[in-house]
């Protein structure tokens, strides 16, 4: 028995901030951004959509493309950093809206790792056979703890939402799924004050994302080919037998890095960053979204994904979709 990946939705703000937009607001230029992180664009929400709208709007279009009935759903499970509020979580919210009762709604805050966490959660409930069909998520709007002013961060993060339609199958589906984490690394990107910590008052510098960018970078992009690696081979897998690379998109340089490193082409890995920005948790489910409806990713395709996030936290799933 499996869990199977049924649909894939996702959701984009319709307002975009072009890097030519921030070269009025920081000290940057679109040639600097586009060469240092091959992001174009990103999609950000505005002041009335929160986290839970861009969820639920993925979840909707995943229901809608796997044809189920809403009822049918028996479990919820969100990646975020950005809940709309401390509580209720941004599942129940979900819950709420798709007019459903008496099923578990959490979510996880895994940041960037986000999806493939709740994905790898939703997976173990689907073969307990505690679910019979798990809606998965990855939602955020990282622009609400981004500053505008901070060129070092500014230039990368965006807003979005994906999800996921899982149920069991007797063919393969979810193939292999590992997470892990190392909070050695948590002062290299983080919010230092928020909800129990210094709760705002008034929003300041430390209600925002921070980070060491040089050295998140060259953490990621070890721990992303060994844990790629170890995938791989514990799957009896070869790179040359994965269809579609599709990882985090943070970066394009650590993008291409890890893809250099496993000797897997340009040409297999989906890249959706120069149109999107680094949108967390949403990012895979949204760059899978991508690829599957261009045609590129097709039914019986083996897929890798792979994230990597604040925590630091990472994880990869191996699919067949
Ligand atoms: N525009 C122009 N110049 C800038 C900008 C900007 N937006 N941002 C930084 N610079 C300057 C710096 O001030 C520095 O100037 P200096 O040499 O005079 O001090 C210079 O550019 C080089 O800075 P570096 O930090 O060394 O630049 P780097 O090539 O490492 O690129 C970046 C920075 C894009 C943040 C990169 O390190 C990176 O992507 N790191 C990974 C971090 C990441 O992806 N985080 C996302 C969340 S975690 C995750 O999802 C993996």
Redesign the pocket.
Same mark, same amino acid.
């Given at each position: 028995m499996y869990s199977r990946i049924e649909s894939i939705g996702s959701f984009l703000p319709e307002n975009i901030i072009t890097n030519q937009d921030l070269e009025k607001r920081v000290?940057?230029?679109d040639e600097?951004?586009r060469t =240092?992180?091959g992001i174009k664009q990103r999609s950000i929400a505005n002041e009335n959509q929160a986290t839970s709208d861009l969820a639920l709007e993925a979840s909707r279009e995943a229901i809608k493309k796997a044809g189920i009935n809403p009822k049918e759903i028996d479990l919820i499970i969100v990646g975020t950093c950005t809940p709309d509020v401390a509580t209720p979580n941004v599942g129940v919210m979900i819950q709420k809206e798709l007019g459903l009762k008496n099923c578990p709604a959490f979510s996880i805050e895994a940041a960037?790792s986000g999806f493939i966490y709740a994905l790898n959660i939703a997976n173990k409930f689907i073969l307990s056979g505690e679910s019979k069909c798990a809606l998965v998520v990855g939602a955020e709007t990282l622009s609400r703890i981004t500053d505008w002013n901070d =060129?070092?961060t500014c !230039?990368?993060f965006a807003d979005g939402g994906g999800a996921a339609i899982l149920k069991p199958s007797e063919t393969p589906g979810i193939l292999y799924s590992d997470i892990g984490a190392d909070g050695a690394y948590s002062d290299l990107?983080y919010v230092p004050y928020g909800t129990s910590r210094r709760p705002p008052s008034e929003k300041d510098n430390n209600h925002f994302l921070h980070?060491k *960018?040089?050295e !998140?970078?060259k953490v990621?992009v070890k721990k992303l080919e060994s844990i790629a690696v170890n995938a791989i081979k514990r799957n009896n897998l070869s790179v040359e037998k994965i269809d579609w690379f599709v990882p985090?998109q943070?970066?394009i340089r650590?993008i291409q890095a890890v893809a250099r490193r496993l000797k897997m082409p340009m040409e297999k890995v989906i890249v959706t960053l120069d149109q999107h920005g680094?949108t967390s948790a949403a990012s895979i489910p949204l760059a899978l979204d991508v690829g599957i409806t261009d045609g590129r990713i097709k039914k019986g395709d083996t897929i890798l994904l792979q994230s990597? *996030?604040?925590g630091f936290t990472w994880g990869t799933a191996l699919l067949r979709l």
């Open positions: 000290d940057t230029s600097w951004i =240092r992180t960037c =060129r070092n !230039v990368l990107l980070m *960018g040089n !998140v970078f990621a985090h943070a970066n650590i680094n990597f *996030g604040a």
